[in-house]
């Protein structure tokens, strides 16, 4: 068998992250401090630091360690890109693997074969927040090109080999041969 394909946020990278969670998180809480825009500017502010709070934590402890955002093997896959990652996901779980922009961004989408049944596997808040990212950007996991040391096409192209591979092994298709 043959080893794990082991993804990492680069350290610039990862540094660079969480100095944008630490600046939007700033500046929502001084939008709260100051009230300037009266109720408005309260609200934003504490909808900001809701948002931006927790992933920026997130973003400063990953900044601290370096741990894999990606592990890629014959059996599937380990996501561990955001707080709402998937975490492992078996090959014949995965129904399609694509690029899709969003927002200036680009996000390698996984769509699952069983979106019910992987939700149902997830804690109450990680479902809310699958199911509103779903009514966004068809797919069911989503890995930002912004914790990838390479482009999302290189991911794609990778995770679809693997795929592959397995579903050939799972038919009898004999051994992984590469192209």
Sequence with gaps: ?????????????????AALGVIMTAVSAFLVAIRSDGDVGLAVGLL????????????????????????????????RSTLIAAGPVPWPDVSRIDERPFMNRVFVAVT???????????????????????RLVRGDIFIPDNVLPMPPAELVKTMRR???????????????RRA
């Design 162 to 176: 693997l795929q592959h591979a397995a579903q050939r092994r799972a038919h009898g298709g004999g051994t992984d």
């Design 112 to 134: 699952l074969a069983d979106p019910a049944a992987f939700r149902a596997r997830q804690r109450a808040w990680r479902r809310l927040v699958i199911h509103l990212n779903r």
């Design 48 to 79: 900001g630091l809701v948002f931006f709070g927790p992933i920026t934590l997130a973003l400063l402890v990953r900044a601290l360690r370096n741990h894999p955002v990606l592990i890629l093997d014959a059996d599937g896959f380990t996501d």
């Design 1 to 17: 068998m043959a080893e794990p394909i082991v993804i990492e946020t680069p350290a610039g990278q990862r540094r660079r992250l």
